[in-house]
């Protein structure tokens, strides 16, 4: 499933040096292979904007080669950009009202950082919540990222979100509930993503509203989960499309943040992230730090090339099975005219059959 360089966004020249297939469109428009048309809506702050943007298209673009992707980027009111991610968005991104207009086939909706308890209280709650209402009802499937699974929960299951003591941050365990799933078909049942968030949602509150959770985490609770008709929503409250070195930068931000005096306490590692060498660096590091704060000397600088070299990645491989078992389904179940959620004779409240399947066997 090649991606599609249909613009000059800097994010499919930088996928290209890193070894990933990128098409040129003209070289697309000569092969005899069905489009898809993936919306992604980024709503990542300034900082994360563009490594957000890599992180998706990188998932999406390493599946199946059963089809061309066309991924296309767009953003809401409401949330304020500055400097080049403004600039960068203005340039590169599209416009939603004429996304609506042409169509889409699947959509995916990032996560971003909370700045009220209540979600609803969000400066961008009303435009997040108009683009999950016309993907509900237009496209074949929606992924939703963190807050979004938050904000979806909240808005057609009435499921609140939980503030956690402190912020579940790390690389956590998890096992499948449901392995015949065709969303996790050929996983491993037992394997680590990482999280970040404030708040969570718990696999009780899932399932009392009639959701099926896939994923779960003795730790970290709930990973992916999907809605009643088991593919029309898709829920991660994890992050598999972090990079190898995305939780040690927010490590970085937040050491930042103690250092300028933004936050009072030096902050934790993620857990189960740095191996026992880079915990004792980060040791040596923390020490240096809070000698030089408080003699008001120059805060010597986080050894991260140091750190990288004893940090695994052991998520990257199913985030990808994931999302291509996911692409994979859209490509089987979706309209050729963009219009359409589905093909004909596929019902909508129930797509994968599931349900219809499992009554067969019932009944039998």
Known sequence: M?????????????????????LNAD????QDIRELHIG?????????????????????????RIAQFYVHLFTIGRIERRGEAKIHVERYYEDFRQLQQDGLDALVITGTN??????????????????????????????????????DLKL??????????????????????????????????????PHSHL??????????????????????????????????????????????????KEYKRELGRFINDERADYPPYPENYFAPEAIAILEKHKRQVESAKSGGKTIPRLPEKRLHAHVDNTWTDTGKAMFNNWLGLVY?????????PFMAGVDPHDPLGLKHRRQLAGSG
């Open 199 to 248: 708040n969570e949602v718990t696999r009780e509150q899932i399932e009392a509203a009639g959701l099926t959770v896939l994923a779960y985490s003795e730790q970290a609770d709930v990973h992916l989960a999907v809605s009643p008709d088991q593919f029309r929503l898709i829920y991660f409250q994890g992050h598999p499309e972090y990079d190898i070195n995305s939780l040690l």
């Open 27 to 30: 070289r697309a428009k000569q």
């Open 114 to 151: 909370p700045a009220h308890d209540d979600i609803t209280d969000e400066p961008y709650w009303k435009p997040m919540a108009e683009v999950l209402a016309w993907g509900r009802e237009h496209v074949c499937s929606i992924v939703c990222s963190c807050l979004a699974t938050h904000a």
């Open 40 to 64: 992604l809506l980024n709503m990542m702050p300034d900082a994360a904007l563009q490594a957000t943007e890599r992180q998706f298209l990188r998932l999406i673009g390493s599946c199946n």
């Open 332 to 340: 089987q179940l979706t309209n050729r005219d963009r219009q359409q």
């Open 156 to 193: 057609y299951h009435n499921i609140d979100r939980i503030r956690l003591p402190q912020k579940r941050w790390g690389v956590y365990s998890h096992r499948l509930l449901e392995r015949t799933h065709p969303l996790v078909s050929n996983i491993n049942t037992r394997f680590d993503a």
């Open 2 to 22: 090649p991606l599609v360089a249909h613009s000059n966004l800097p994010a499919f020249e930088r996928l290209r040096e890193d070894g990933q297939e990128v």
